[in-house]
């Protein structure tokens, strides 16, 4: 069971990873899981922002780098931000979105995070960062070009220069946590004068 919605999670987010065409639109309604109809995409926009959400709360707890640490809590704060701009947009077009839960690619990224060791966790942050990043911006640039209902997509083209933004600064974080600062000398421990 866990590896058919391993698979169907994979499946879906692949599918809004992939350009569209005018043919697909039609198709998009037709299948409520498509990355291009408003209830498909507000499931993967919603799992994105979580796991950025989950996974930069994991990073404030374990970076020692200040760097890291920054832009962690930049995505809490931003990620935050537009899932509240797509839970309100869902509110003005009458939907009733579930509560944002993680789909598979991003539980599978989380748990790698969960298990890197203290002094690769940063590299595994910057690389899980880019990662869904890369994912998330394909998502927002798709369903803003070919998504089925216009509200979402004004909400995706607003999300599209955040998440860009994002990927711009998350290629630019350090691979290594700093080397921890020397201890000072334990008073009384020099010598005085004689």
Do not use: W
């Amino acid at each position: 069971m866990k590896a058919l919605m391993v698979a169907a999670g994979a499946a879906m987010l692949l599918a809004g990873c992939t350009s569209a065409t005018e043919a697909d639109v039609p198709v998009a309604a037709a299948d409520p899981m498509s990355p291009l109809s408003a209830p498909g995409y507000m499931a993967m926009a919603a799992s994105s922002d979580l796991f950025e959400i989950e996974s930069s709360r994991l990073a404030l707890q374990r970076s020692r780098n200040p760097q890291v640490r920054q832009f962690a809590q930049m995505m809490i704060d931003h990620h935050t931000r537009t899932s509240a701009d797509l839970m309100a947009v869902a509110r003005q077009t009458g939907m009733n979105p579930p509560p944002p839960q993680m789909l598979p690619p991003q539980m599978d990224a989380m748990a790698r995070l969960q298990s890197a060791g203290p002094m690769d966790f940063d590299a595994a942050y910057k690389r899980e960062q880019i990662a869904a990043h890369q994912q998330a911006l394909m998502l927002h640039q798709n369903y803003a070009a070919q998504g089925d209902m216009e509200p979402f997509r004004m909400a995706a083209s607003r999300t599209v220069p955040i998440i860009q933004s994002h990927l711009d600064q998350a290629q630019m974080l350090p691979d290594y946590a700093p080397a921890p600062a020397p201890m000072p000398a334990p008073a009384g421990s020099g010598e005085r004068g004689r």
